[in-house]
């Protein structure tokens, strides 16, 4: 297949790319400044203009491209920016594919286990409600979704992955967690009870490999493994991993103080489980915790990668 990738230099884009092309497909890599190589063509955000003639005809996308939710304070134009990339950005995007001699045929779209809000113990399925109308990440999320309605009324199977905690030591979360642990400063988010729904980095690029070629995955479907865990529980596999004490807790108040509103996504609780990929027969490679630790952990281990854009 011929197949365009927004965010292709961030940490799952990037592996990806390197994955799709081991199985001769072909990767066009949507890039927001002018192209610099064969493989690439320009595509804008903000306008959603396509250099249609370097795209030229694909059989699926997948798109990736946002701003990072994680670290920081989450100010005014910082949620904008947040908001603006996914839901608009993405209906730009879908807008101009579908206008296109050839429409894709299939889209994979990146979404977040955000979308279900704050839910405590309970059981999260892709069947379960989105979270409160209220919740910030709930409205991105349902936005981003939406959002590819354009290409969905062209006729395109689009998938909705909604992303977990992508575990990799090259970018996001625990790229974040690694330098206090590794002093031995690590701990427990408040008090550590809220689930963690997360994914290893080579599984989620096998998700997205599977989404592609499986005509029978459409809509939503959770990009996690079969066994979300605690803040504490992942917070002592963490630090079993690395031979380190995790005695420091960071208190609530204290989350709240440093990051503001993003202190929600730190402490919100999504206990997630894959049923439609369970269901399609889908085979993990690191179902369990230590085992995808151990694997982003190893020497040598993990891509490089210039952002996440998840």
């Known amino acids: 297949m011929r197949i365009a990738v927004t965010g292709a230099s961030g940490l799952v884009g990037s592996a990806l790319c390197r994955a799709l092309a081991a199985d001769d497909h072909e990767v066009v890599r949507l890039v927001r400044r002018a192209s610099a190589a064969p493989d690439e063509a320009r595509w804008s955000p903000q306008t959603g203009e396509i250099d249609a003639a370097a795209l030229g005809a694909v059989d699926a996308v997948v798109h990736l491209a946002g701003e990072n939710v994680a670290g920081g304070r989450w100010t005014a134009a910082r949620r904008a920016r947040i908001h603006a990339s996914r839901g608009p950005a993405t209906e730009r995007l879908c807008r101009a594919l579908a206008a296109l001699p050839q429409p894709p045929k299939v889209m994979v779209s990146a979404s977040a286990t955000g979308v279900y809000g704050d839910r405590g113990d309970e059981e999260l399925s892709e069947d379960s409600a989105p979270g409160p109308a209220g919740d910030f990440l709930t409205g991105v999320a349902l936005a981003w979704e939406q959002a590819t309605a354009p290409l ?23 790229a ?3 330098p206090p642990f590794r002093l031995g400063l690590g701990g427990k988010l ?43 529980e992942f917070t002592r596999a963490l630090g079993r991993q690395l031979r380190r004490p995790t005695l420091f807790p960071v208190p609530r108040a204290a989350l709240r103080l440093l990051f503001g509103g993003f202190a929600d996504v730190l402490l919100g609780s999504q206990r997630a489980r894959p049923k439609r990929l369970l269901d399609a027969g889908f085979a993990f490679e690191h179902e369990d915790l230590p085992s995808a630790l151990r694997a982003a952990l190893a020497d040598g281990g993990g891509p490089t990668a210039s952002r996440q854009t998840l």
């Open 152 to 174: 969905e009324a062209a006729g395109a199977r689009v998938v909705h992955l909604r992303i977990g905690i992508v575990l990799d030591r090259a970018g996001g979360a625990l």
């Open 176 to 178: 974040k967690m690694l």
């Open 190 to 232: 408040g008090d550590g009870r809220h689930w963690m729904s997360w994914i290893s980095l080579p599984d989620l690029v096998r998700v997205v490999q599977r989404a592609l070629a499986d005509p029978d995955l459409r809509g939503p479907v959770l990009a996690v493994a079969p066994h979300p865990v605690t803040n504490a």
